[in-house]
Nanobody, 127 residues
């Protein structure tokens, strides 16, 4: 079993930057990806970015949602089981609760399944 804990978040004006961190603990062998999702009240949780945490199946591969690509950067430090989400050029529509997730790819699937979630951290971008 893996647990994840987010940190960071807060309030910033449009055009500003914030960095989120997520640290995992537990049986790290059971996961091969960590990522970020976000949710606006009344909306479904949406994918933001993810990164592989093992050499196999996809060493260091990063994926981004189209609406954050070029503005957000996901990175990792496997020695401390931590990933970061650097968010630049923030827009008011980035306002949401951001959730860290951990999961793995099963078989020949193309995307990991996330079954471990953090409590969420709020990001507010004012115009």
């Amino acid at each position: 079993q893996v647990e994840v804990v987010e940190s960071g978040g807060g309030s910033v004006q449009a055009g500003g930057s914030l960095t989120l961190a997520c640290t995992a603990s537990g049986n790290m062998w059971s996961i091969d990806h960590m990522g970020w999702y976000r949710q606006i009240p009344g909306s479904q949780r949406e994918f933001v970015a993810e990164i592989s945490t093992k050499d196999i199946p996809r060493n260091g591969v990063r994926n981004y949602a189209d609406n954050v690509r070029g503005r957000f950067t996901i990175s990792r430090d496997l020695s401390v089981n931590t990933i970061w989400l650097q968010m630049d050029s923030l827009k008011p529509e980035d306002t949401a609760v951001y959730y860290c997730a951990a999961g793995r790819i099963y078989g020949l699937e193309h995307r990991p399944r996330y079954n471990t979630w953090g409590q969420g951290t709020r990001v507010t971008v004012s115009s």
